[in-house]
């Protein structure tokens, strides 16, 4: 197993977080990883985006130059993006910001309403755990158990009561992913 993945959006959308957890959980799994992360010099509203590669093997490079999976949490970084998919790949779109719909007929796309999901929870910062939940879903390459873990190692422990909510987040992301519809997972 040997997964290439890019996330991107602006900075504050919890990009660099997701990307960490993926690495931390491949980590957990005993799985080779690198997490190289990029951002503008804003702190939130910036771009941001991270490679990830989780790998049973040695990684030669961490450089991801034509990812296998790219989540997508806005629009620029659909536009910047899209396009280095490799062919069959998977694109997965937050579809409450990005309007636009992707071009390419060679890759396979998942429309999560990331934010919807998570404005229905009662907290729109756990959108990016409902794109975790969605690409751990089609990927496979760590539990979301094992992230789930991950989180609460990475976050401070002020924020351990977050967790049950990130928890939830992820798993309505997986079943999306997976076919159910938004509305029979939240009433």
Not at 14 to 21: D, K
Not at 26 to 40: A, N, Q, T
Request: proline share 4%.
């Amino acid at each position: 197993m040997h997964f290439e993945s890019v996330i991107a959006g602006f900075g504050g959308q919890g990009v660099l977080l997701t990307g960490q957890i993926i690495a931390y959980a491949g980590l957990m799994e005993d799985k080779h990883v690198s997490w190289i992360p990029s951002y503008g010099p804003e702190m939130r509203g910036g771009t941001a985006n991270c490679s990830v590669i989780v790998s049973d093997n040695k990684i030669g490079s961490p450089m991801v130059e034509e990812p296998g999976v790219a989540l997508i949490f806005n629009e620029p970084s659909m536009e910047k993006f899209e396009q280095q998919v490799r062919p069959g790949g998977i694109m997965v779109v937050n579809s409450s910001i990005v309007e636009k719909k992707v071009s390419r007929k060679d890759i396979h796309v998942y429309d999560i309403p990331a934010g919807k999901i998570a404005k229905q929870l009662g907290n729109e910062r756990v959108a990016n755990m409902v794109m975790l939940g969605a690409y751990l879903e089609l990927t496979g390459v760590v539990s979301t158990e094992s992230a789930i873990n991950a989180l609460g190692k990475i976050i401070s422990k002020k924020k351990q009561s977050i967790l049950e909510i990130n928890k939830k987040a992820a798993e309505i992301g997986a079943s999306v992913a997976a076919g159910y519809s938004v509305d029979s997972l939240l009433g």
